[in-house]
């Protein structure tokens, strides 16, 4: 029979949230979430668990770190704008994001996986009588993702894992960010706005012209790569304003970046010879 042993070790961390002052530049006149930016400066608390698992002669103890294969996918086609109701740091130790929300929660259950301005985040509890539910935040998600700039009535960007069923729109996102952008400006054309956004070397390598691009869990098509600026641009029709966040920031702000995987993938097979090992057709 085997039994568990468990020991928690906790060390402390300390993440600084930003000061946001957000009005809204392309406010959408149908939305009345009302939003509250606030200054706040949370202190956040990472624990690492050591798991000992013993039986009768032996301990099992991991050999390397384990790595969870893909559990849910996403497409980028936003379902709603939730309102930030309540964030801060738990008495045990983690950090909770509490979002009010209405189309997500009406099949919502314990564990689902939820985008989040395309973080992917777990539901680990929902009232259905307020339309709020919560997902638990690691230190880490907070330092990659823009997350960090939240505050209590910050609108954030939703949607739900893909099914099977469902109509496949926009591209595969997968909700793992790959690091943040910048906002560098806002252009209006007519009734759609220009959006260009400052990033790294490293993520702009993977971006290119007409292809695709999640920004804040939004699918999006890439207009023109400026290598020198280490910008790219993307434009937003009005209909689109009025269903994200995107328009709803300032420039400098940050946004969450994540490239579509097909360019991650062939750059893997290329920086590691991959291709020189296929085997040849006869």
């Not at 029979?1 to 060390?11: L, N, R």
């Not at 220009?194 to 804040?216: H, Y």
């Amino acid at each position: 029979m085997m039994t568990a042993a468990s020991s928690v070790f906790f060390c402390k961390s300390l993440v600084k949230a930003h000061c946001i002052q957000n009005p809204g530049l392309f406010v959408p006149l149908n939305h009345n979430l009302k939003q509250n930016y606030s200054v706040s400066h949370l202190a956040f608390k990472s624990h690492s668990l050591h798991i000992l698992s013993r039986s009768k002669s032996r301990i099992i103890k991991p050999s390397a770190p384990f790595r969870s294969p893909i559990k849910c996918l996403f497409t980028g086609i936003v379902e709603e704008m939730g309102e930030v109701v309540e964030l801060g740091s738990t008495s045990d130790g983690g950090f909770n994001l509490k979002i009010h929300a209405k189309t997500i929660l009406s099949d919502v259950k314990l564990g689902d996986s939820i985008a989040v301005n395309g973080t992917c985040l777990t539901v680990t509890h929902f009232d259905l009588a307020t339309s709020n539910f919560t997902v638990g935040l690691a230190p880490e998600t907070l330092r990659k993702t823009s997350l960090i700039e939240l505050s209590q009535g910050s609108l954030v960007n939703l949607e739900r894992a893909l099914l099977p069923s469902t109509r496949m729109g926009g591209h595969f996102v997968q909700g793992h960010v790959d690091g943040t952008g910048e906002i560098a400006s806002l252009v209006l054309e007519k009734d759609s706005v220009w959006v260009k956004v400052r990033t790294s070397q490293e993520l702009l390598k993977f971006i290119v012209p007409k292809g695709f691009i999640a920004v804040d869990g939004t699918s999006l098509t890439v207009v023109n790569v400026y290598d020198e600026e280490l910008c790219f641009d993307f434009m937003l029709v009005a209909y689109t304003q009025q269903k994200v966040v995107i328009p709803l920031k300032k420039v400098g702000q940050k946004v969450n970046l994540e490239v579509d995987i097909l360019g991650k993938y062939v750059e893997r097979l290329l920086s590691s010879g991959g291709f020189t090992h296929l085997p040849s057709s006869s």
